[in-house]
């Protein structure tokens, strides 16, 4: 090539599939502790956490991870309310709320409104939620489970992969398990944030059903079709 | 089994040597991988999961072994296991590896980039992948998981690296790994065979589809169907992947199938469409009497697939509106280019012994186009462009001997090793054989 010349070929990259990410991030009143530094801790690690998606996005061919969030406390609100590419997302810190509770089945709502049947792209993969909070909801029992039903009434509800993040250990708690809805995904300490990215590089692992598939019987050279896919 | 820790000591079981770990660098199905520390020089080591079945344990490290004893494949590609690791007063085991340069990025990376690479560097990445394979190949081995996770690439060199290189293995033989789903040949899939060399050279034309058509050569309107939110029609992606790779695969770009075209809005198309026919006839081959067929009789091997990239290399031109890049096809002269849509003047061509190279700007006429055995890959002439002759190129002499040009009503002129030709219809002779260079679409020179 000359200097001149600048080489015109076609872009556009490859071909891949939409996985919906969304944060449900507590934004109640005791998140305000310790002179706002509990928020700031969160509003950092959801910041390193968008940083490790991209890279994760970035080396695999399988999906565009578009970013959604919502910020509850009392009622939820919106914090970031159009699917955004990941690699283009700069994290708006959030705020805790002066005397805002922790309810969440409102923010379970929210999400199920935009996981309609007729809402995400046919072609989506089941999407990714993750609720993060310091603390036990504070809704009417009865109120949390209405507000679960209806997200998991919803199959990309039920099919999504839900994760939830305990900051500090109290907060770990039977609601949050009942979230996740999977004996097999703990929920994670705010100490291991870090894993969060992880988790999501595992979900590629799991739609592709991976480089672990391993045969059951290899002593008999019989093949099976049983993926041992290891975390 | 425990994973390891950051300054954990392991111990090289053929060299002795201890290695310190360092920081957490991968993680893959089976295993974890980590920086380590020998005096000083950085590796990698692959420290192992325990597998399902202890027995399998047994399985891995014997077939670890193996390799770290036969050596890498002639390659420089692989990542080969340099020695095995165990961890004194530590169940478990790993080996060493090098650690890949930092110069390689994902293939992902590197196809998504805002500007991808040109056709001449994307041939010398494909031609280093059918490269690599072939060694592996030949050396009766198969490496049985091509996916996006284990190839990379330095998109400035061409350069490929392969890692994971635990899944080798010899040709026929058992194994662990069946591979990942969306590469892997659809009798795998369908558990009908294990994978071999013979799969490998399904998922590695797949892989190359990745790289110049950017897209999955199954992946059309048909899996598109598939896909549903509602109650009772959505498949799992296993079963999707299952369906449409395994066992109704049907190729994007299939001639006598039309019911599987790309998606609108796919990459594909634009791609598809810049290629000569011989290049594509290549992979509708490797998606339809591939899939059929699925021997070495119905699959390309490598050196089929080497051959139609040195070809393809040949058709790289440009256009002479837009300088768009282009692949000239012969069978098809008059195409309009992709980028401005007017149909560019037809190339300058040189053709010795049946088969011509475009006379674009980067082109190169080897010992390989003479059939001259004794050169090889040697250059004997380069491309140039040159400001000072707008619209022309020139064609050095990168050889060591002079070319004798023939003009009609003059006497033969030399260009000299170094010196270059204003390139026009002319005949030549270069290393005792007859080139000549002529317009497109027009007889040779006598």
Redesign the interface.
Known sequence: MNAMSKTIMPGGGIARRPLHFIILADCSGSMRADDGKKIQALNFAIAEMLQHLTAWERDQERCDVLVRAIAFATEPRWHIPQPTPVSRLRWMPLTGIVGGRTNMAPAFRMAASVLGNDQLERRAFSPVLLLITDGMPTDDPKDFDRGLDTLMGLRAGREAMRLAVAIGRDARSEALTRFIADPQQPVLLASSIDEIADKLKLVSRIVSQGSSAAQDEPDEGQPVNDFDVVV | MTELQTGDKVRMQAALEELVIGDRIG????GTVYRANLNGRSFAVKWY?P??RP??DA?IYASLAKLVESGRPPHPAFIWPIDMVKAEGRNGFGYVMPLMDRRFV????M?????????RMLIRIGLNLVDSFASLHTAGLCYR?I????LWVDPASGDVAII?ND?VGTNGG?????????FMAPE?MR?E??PSATTDLYSLALFLF?LFF???PL?GELV?AS?????GK?LT??EL??KHFGKEPVFVFDPDNPVNR??SD???W??WS?YPGFFKDMFVRSFTTGITDPNLYGRLVEGVLRKGLYRLEDSIW??ST????MLYDPDDPGRAC??CKTVPQPPLLLTVLGSSIVLA??AVLTGRHLRAHDLGEKVLAQV????SFPGRVLMRNKGDDPWTVFLPGEEPKMVQPKQRLLVRPVTLEIARKRVTIHQAGQQPPG
Not at chain 2, 27 to 30: A, L, S
Request: glycine share 8%; aromatic share 12%; net charge negative.
């Open positions: 993680e893959g199905g089976q999961r597998a399902r027995a399998d399985l994902s293939f992902a990376q196809l998504s980039a805002s500007e991808p690479p040109d056709f998981d996916n996006f996770d284990n994971d899944n058992k194994a662990l790994v069946k591979g990942t789903m969306r795998v558990d065979a294990l990745y950017f897209g999955h992946d598109e896909y549903s939110w509602d109650e959505r992606e296993e992947m299952l790309p998606v796919s990459p594909m634009i791609w810049l440009e256009c837009c300088t768009a890049r992709w980028n700007e980067g140039e462009a040159d400001g």
